[in-house]
C-alpha cells in the first residue's frame, strides 16, 4: 500500500463531512447527515484507511461480499455500524440480519416478512427503510411511491419491523431535487423520521432537502 492513501483517505473524507456541514447549515436549526460509506468492490486495504480516519458507517451491497471482508474489520473496530443498501433476496435473509446493522432495502412484503420472523428468531431487531422506487423505474427496486405509506404500516404492525425511515436513487438523468422533497413529504406521511438519499453525485443537495443520511462510495473511495 502506498503511503499517501491513508493521508488521501482522510483528506476526501473531511472534505465531504465539512461540505455535508456547510449545506446542513443552510438549513435553520439543519443537523448534517451521518455519512455511510458506501465500500461495495472494494477490499479491507481500501476501508481501513477511512477507518484510521474516524469513519463509522460503512454500506455494502451484497450480503457475501460483506461476509469476506467485515469481521474481520469488525473485531478491531466493534464500534462499525454496518449498512445492507442492495437488494436482498430473502434466501440470505439470515446472513444478512446476523451481519448487518441496518437494513435498508425493505420493499416487498415477502421480503418484510422473512426479516421480521428472523429478527425475532435471532433476537436482534435492527433498524430497518423501506426502499421506494421514488422514480418509477422499471429497474429498480423499491415499493411504488403509492403504496409507501401502507406498506410501511404493514411492515410495522403485521411484520414487526422497526422501519426507521426511508430510502430512495432518484433516476440518474433527472434533478435530484424534486426527488428528494417528495422523499421527505411521504416520510412525513408515513410518521418515520429518517431520509437515507444522496450519493457522490448529489448528496450536498440531498443535505439540503433533509437527509439525515447519505451513501457516498466513488467520491470517497475513486472509481470503481
Not at 433516476?171 to 417528495?182: E, R, S
Request: proline share 5%.
Amino acid at each position: 500500500m502506498s503511503s499517501n492513501i491513508p493521508e488521501t483517505a482522510a483528506q476526501r473524507l473531511a472534505d465531504i463531512l465539512a461540505r455535508l456541514a456547510a449545506a446542513a447549515g443552510r438549513i435553520e436549526g439543519g443537523a448534517a447527515p451521518h455519512l455511510v460509506a458506501v465500500s461495495k468492490t472494494f477490499g479491507a486495504e481500501a476501508i481501513a484507511p477511512l477507518i484510521a480516519a474516524g469513519q463509522r458507517r460503512f454500506g455494502e451491497n451484497r450480503v457475501q461480499e460483506a461476509q469476506g471482508k467485515w469481521p474481520g474489520l469488525r473485531a478491531d473496530h466493534p464500534d462499525i455500524v454496518l449498512h445492507l443498501i442492495g437488494p436482498l433476496q430473502t434466501n440470505k435473509v439470515a446472513d444478512a440480519v446476523a451481519l448487518f446493522d441496518v437494513i435498508e432495502s425493505v420493499d416487498r412484503d415477502r421480503l418484510a416478512q422473512k426479516l421480521g420472523a428472523e429478527m425475532a428468531r435471532q433476537d436482534r431487531h435492527l433498524p430497518c427503510f423501506v426502499q421506494v422506487n421514488i422514480g418509477a423505474e422499471p429497474q429498480k427496486a423499491g415499493i411504488a411511491v403509492d403504496e409507501t405509506v401502507d406498506f410501511v404500516a404493514r411492515c410495522r404492525d403485521r411484520y414487526g419491523l422497526d422501519i426507521v425511515g426511508l430510502m430512495c436513487i432518484p433516476p440518474a438523468d433527472a434533478a435530484p431535487g424534486p426527488y428528494f422533497a417528495q422523499l421527505a413529504e411521504l416520510a412525513r406521511a408515513a410518521g418515520v423520521g429518517q431520509l437515507s438519499m444522496g450519493m457522490s453525485g448529489d448528496f450536498e443537495t440531498a443535505a439540503l432537502m433533509g437527509a439525515t443520511q447519505v451513501r457516498v462510495g466513488s467520491a470517497l473511495f475513486g472509481a470503481r
